[in-house]
């Protein structure tokens, strides 16, 4: 199974601020990588696809970037509501497989 | 608007069966590959099976495989998970998502804890 490891665990930021989120994979993935957002008592929502596209309705201060085994999840000017966990997950081969998850905080 | 929702989830002794559904409208339900993908309390995302378009191949996960069964219901739009011999371990909340590779559109969730 391709292992996926995501940092950080945790991350605290002010709004305003520009955060990242990591993710590597055990193995090359081929840009075959998702994010989500969740947040709590909601069900996951897609932001990216295929690496670096952007899912219909997203807003554009969320971009991912990265291949082989390395990828990131950026947001720009950190709103209140982007408060929430986020995962990523590989679907180059099954089983598909999620990072740990990334929960983002206010400062 | 694409909406997924699922129904039929509970309480179930460790070693018995359930089934639920996942009702989908909004796209052509015949047209794409499905899953189920579980969360344990407070834990990360897991995928659990998935089944393509037409029903006619279907993949699970090691640890449900022999135990769980995904099937569709193209004329009726309707996704299923049978859970067999379930185990504590299996207690989650268990998503249907539309699957492109990635998963598009989720429905709400429903609970499923296993305990005696």
């Known amino acids: 199974d391709i292992q996926m490891t995501q940092s950080p665990a945790s991350l605290s930021a002010s709004l305003g601020e520009t955060v990242t989120i990591e993710c590597r994979a055990s193995?090359?993935?081929?840009?075959?990588l998702a994010w989500y957002q969740q947040k709590p008592g909601k069900s996951p929502q897609l932001l990216i696809y295929n690496a670096n596209s952007l899912h219909t309705g997203v807003p554009s201060r969320f971009s991912g970037s990265g291949s082989g085994t390395q990828y990131s999840l950026k947001i720009n000017s950190l709103q209140s509501e982007d408060v929430a966990s986020y995962f990523c997950q590989q679907y180059y081969n099954y089983p598909y497989t999620f990072g740990a998850g990334t929960k983002l905080e206010l400062k | 608007e694409v909406q997924l929702v699922e129904s039929g989830g509970g309480l179930v002794q460790p070693g018995r069966s359930l089934k639920f559904s996942c009702a989908a409208s909004g796209f052509t339900f015949s047209d794409y590959a499905m899953a189920w993908v579980r969360q344990a309390p407070k834990k990360g995302l897991e995928w659990v099976a998935t089944?393509?378009?037409?029903?006619?191949?279907?993949y699970y996960r090691d640890s449900v495989k022999g135990r769980f069964t995904i099937s569709r219901d193209n004329a009726k739009s309707t996704l299923y998970l049978q859970m067999d011999s379930l185990r504590s371990e299996d207690t989650a909340t268990y998503y249907c998502?539309?699957?492109?590779?990635?998963?598009?559109?989720w429905g709400q969730g429903v609970m499923v804890t296993v305990s005696s």
């Open positions: 089944i393509i378009y037409d029903g006619s191949s279907t």
């Open positions: 193995e090359d993935i081929y840009n075959g």
């Open positions: 998502a539309r699957e492109l590779g990635y998963f598009d559109y």
